[in-house]
Structure formats: C-alpha cells, structure tokens
DNA sequence: CCGGGTCCTTGTTTCAGATCAAGGCAACAG
DNA sequence: CTGTTGCCTTGATCTGAAACAAGGACCCGG
C-alpha cells in the first residue's frame, strides 16, 4: 500500500541498448517480438528504452494515461485493480516474458507493481502503435497474444467462481507452474515472488485462508514450503484437488 | 443439459442475403463490421451466410473446432465452459451486436447455446482471416473489441471476487443495463432472458441464492420482477449495492 | 544485542451462503 | 380436467471461509 508511485523514466538507461540489443534478448522469442524480421526487429529496438524497477516500486498506475507499453524481461510484477471502496483485487502477475498493455487502451485499467528486481523494455505509445499498423503480422501477434490473455482470464473466472480454498489454491500453483513451463523455466521448486495477501487478493480469498490452506498442504506431503515458493511433491494430487 | 448439439448449416438460409444485405444490416454499426468500407461489405457480405437457432439449439460446443465466427443479429446466447468434474460455469452472456469468435482460435473454448430464437450471421473463419490479413483497419477493430472483451473479463473477476450475493447480483443487472444500453437499448425494464440457474452459475452462486437475493431486493423496491426480467426501480441504490 | 518492522501462522468465533427439502405456479399434453 | 414438467420460491439446517485475536519467525538498523 506504501509503495511510491514513480515513473519509469527515472529508472531509465538509455545507454542499456547498446549494450544488448533485442536480437540478443533472452525474451525475444516469447514475447510478440518473435513476429519479426532481424530489419522490424531494428525498428522496433530503435523505439525501446530499457528501465529497471526494485521491488514495490510502481510502473504505471490504474487509470493514468498509457504513456507506453512494455515488455518484462525479468522479474514479476503484480497487476492489482483498486475497487472505490478500497478492496483490491489482484487481476493477475505478469512474468518474464509478459507483454504489458495489449489492449491499447488509452488508460491503464490496472496497476503494475514489481515485485522483485524487474527489468522492463519500455515502447512509447504512440511509436509502437504506428509501427503496427505498418506492420499486420505484429497486430496479429498482438491479437494472438489478447486471445491467450482471455484464455488466462477464463480460467482465473473459473478459478473464482469454483468453491473450495484448496481448489483455488492447488489450481493456483498448477497454472502458475503452467506459466513458468511456457516460458523455459521448470524448476523443481516453484518460485512466488508475491507474497500471501496477493495470493489472497489474487483468489478471492483471505490471507488466513491461503495460509492454512498452504500449511495444511504441506502436512500432507502435497506440497513442501520453502523460502521463497513452494515444492510440488505430488503433482498427480495437487491435479486432483485443482480439478 | 439434454439440448440437441446440431450444426448451424441445418438452419442456414442462403437465400436471406439476398433479401437483407449488410449494408441494411441493424448491427452493423455496433460490431466489427463498423470498420468497413462499402466495397469491403460488399465482399464481407459475400462471405457471410444467416443463419437462425432456436431455444435451447447449440451453436457450437467446446472444444470442437472452430469453423466459423459470428455475429449476433438478433436474440441471445449463454456462453458456458464445462469443468471434468460436471460442474458448468456460464461465461457470459452474447447480446445482439456481439461477436463470437474474437481470439480467432483453433477450438472453442465455451458452448454456445440459445436463450431465445436466436439469428447470427456466419462467416468461414478461414475465409474470414483471410480477409483480415488483407484489411488490417478489421484486424485492428477487432482487436480494439477483444480488448473491451478483456474489460468485461476483468469486471467479471472482480465480481467473483467481491463477496457478498447481494453485491453480485446488483452488479449483474447494472453491467447487462449498461451492454444494452450500449448497443442503444434502454427499456424500462431489463430483459433477463437467462434463468434464475444460468444466473448463479454465472455468478458463482446457487439458483436459491439468486431468488432469493432478488426476491430480497423486489420486496425492498429496488427493483420490481416481471415475467422474463426485472424492472429497475431505484438505480442509485442499486449502484450503492453494487459498487 | 535489542527494538521495531513485516510477513506468516495458528486458534476461536461468527455468519453468509450452500445444502437439503418442500411447495407453488404456469404451460402443455393426454 | 388432470397429470407432468420445468422453473422459481421459500424454509430449515449445516458448513466452511471470514473475522477477530494473538503469537512466532525473520530481517534490518542501531
């Protein structure tokens, strides 16, 4: 709640480029980015300005102009909507790899806050904008990209709407170990960068709840709680309580 | 549960273009279509292909491949998702104007079923993404639609969310208040095509908590039941109710 | 080493909504 | 007219997560 809200531009280092261009990026071919040509690539690199975040500090904040749009190259973020009579909720976490701003709206509907050491590429607006309507295929992996966000959507709905904390918790950590497999990274303890009020947040549960929920797992051997995440011991289990 | 699953191509009439073009088309200005030219409606319209369902008659069901995508012209359907376990969640709901389809994927991720006599116009997806990669201002419009797809989304899990049946249910009816007043229909009273049981699987409640949560809110003026809806009596309370 | 954070866990009570059970009502067919 | 069916409502009871309350673990700065 008390982080300070800070623009990215104070973090930027417009030297970062140089230094390692996009054709180097380790996300490149996660992210929309993978639509183009080595030459659009040039283009698109020529737009990007990279910015560092440490933890709780805000990238953009709900309902303010979308000056940019960016693409997390390492960290997570945190993408929380604030209701008018101060209940949060936490839509969803952006990981490495994540495109923020797919929508293009003209205000930001969500808050993004890091969570950890974030390192973004940052796109103005208006630039990135143009470039797609130069280049289609990068508007249709953007569209892509929005369909697999409403996928994610649908099954977050789907998560709330099903009863049971250990059903919310255990679908949790599978989609999360989901996201994680997506882009490369299958450890065998499951990183959470966020802590247990956003798994909370994130639910629709309490803070209480998730962690009672989460010991009682570990008791039974499902999972094993370790600083900083979890281990998955039985994922066949864990299946069978996510549905 | 027991309605017939039955391709559209049994209701299709090739012959009702021919009466009522796109050009004459009433949702034309409320859907995708709003993005074209005369000459591009033209060719979208020799594309396109009516077709008519009634009650409880599946459009498309989960999971199967996606052949088509539709706009809806008149009537409404209930968009469901079912889990393994026989527990079913209710999407959302297409209203006259609304498109099916947006994420262009390979299957579909609901059933599709009419509340009422149902007309759509169809269109071959690959012929229709076709035409896309040729005019990107389409491709363009319906991303800006699958972005106000993924709004809805984000109101929807806060909804889930957010406790309380009352909250829920007041907030459902001022959220479909609002998509037909979008589509510029604003009638006294709200029609619910949808049932008390399509109601709380939307919502994440039982069909007895839906009644009575709207039983409470008749008896208290805030809104008044009709047959096949409600009618809005004190809309600000109504408001405070739902956030 | 202590003091003051923050975050997480644990115990107890309470209550909203699920569940179980029954009945009302309109539409329809025989 | 009567039985059936589908949909909605109402009532009684139960349950699981929220709310409230407290204590523990860890980190960091002095």
Request: overall charge neutral.
């Amino acid at each position: 709640m008390s982080s300070e809200t800070c623009g990215p531009e104070r973090h930027t280092c417009p030297h970062a480029r140089t230094e390692v261009g996009c054709a180097h990026c380790q996300v490149r071919l996660l992210s929309v980015c993978a639509a183009l040509t080595p030459e659009e690539l040039n283009e698109l690199e020529s737009l990007s300005r990279h910015a560092v975040l440490d933890a709780r500090q805000t990238l953009f904040s709900q309902d303010e102009e979308t000056t940019a749009v960016y693409n997390v190259t390492a960290g997570a973020l945190r993408l929380s909507r604030l209701l008018p009579d101060g209940r949060r909720h936490v839509m969803g976490f952006a990981l490495v790899g994540d495109f923020l701003g797919l929508a293009l709206a003209e205000r930001q509907t969500v808050t993004a806050e890091a969570l950890s050491h974030v390192t973004v590429c940052r796109f103005d607006r208006r630039a990135f904008q143009d470039l797609m309507v130069r280049k289609p295929h990068l508007l249709q992996r953007l569209h892509e990209r929005a369909g697999y966000e409403l996928g994610l959507a649908q099954e977050l709905m789907l998560l709330l709407a099903r009863r049971g904390a250990e059903e919310k918790v255990a679908s949790f950590l599978l989609a999360l170990r989901g996201r994680y497999a997506r882009i490369g990274l299958t450890s065998v303890t499951l990183e959470l960068p966020m802590g247990r009020q956003d798994i909370a947040d994130h639910l629709g549960l309490t803070i209480e709840t998730v962690s009672r929920t989460l010991t009682r797992l570990d008791r039974e051997k499902v999972i094993l709680i370790v600083p900083g995440g979890v281990r998955l011991l039985d994922i066949p289990r864990l299946e069978r309580l996510g549905g």
